[in-house]
């Protein structure tokens, strides 16, 4: 079992930059894809990001070219640098933990947040 604890949401202004973190119980060498997705009021969850290793990840097209996701194995940590956030960013955002062929799927909590002026 895998437990996914995200942090670093809160309220940011349009343009601004927030850095969201998940950490890992157990190893994260162990996980193939660890990622992130989001929920935003009255729309179904959608993927952000994931990360298969440093030079292999995924992004949405709505994020590409402003998040940037990495894993730091050692740490057992996940980030997600979000950068010229817009009102439409604003979320839960969800950290995810998959197998190669969904063989495991684990979440957190969720982490809230919100681009506003």
């Known amino acids: 079992q895998v437990q996914l604890e995200e942090s670093g949401g809160g309220l940011v202004r349009p343009g601004g930059s927030l850095r969201l973190s998940c950490a890992v119980s157990g190893s994260l060498y162990s996980i193939y894809a660890p990622g992130w997705f989001r929920q935003a009021p009255g729309k179904q969850r959608e993927f952000v990001a994931d990360v298969i290793s440093a030079g292999n990840t995924n992004y949405a097209d709505a994020v590409k070219g402003r998040f940037t996701i990495s894993r730091d194995n050692d740490k057992k940590m996940v980030y997600l640098q979000m950068n010229s956030l817009k009102p439409e960013d604003t979320a839960v955002y969800y950290c995810?933990?998959?197998?190669?062929?969904?063989?495991?799927?684990?979440w957190g909590q969720g982490t809230q947040v919100t681009v506003s002026s």
């Open positions: 995810n933990a998959r197998g190669r062929s969904y063989e495991y799927d684990f």
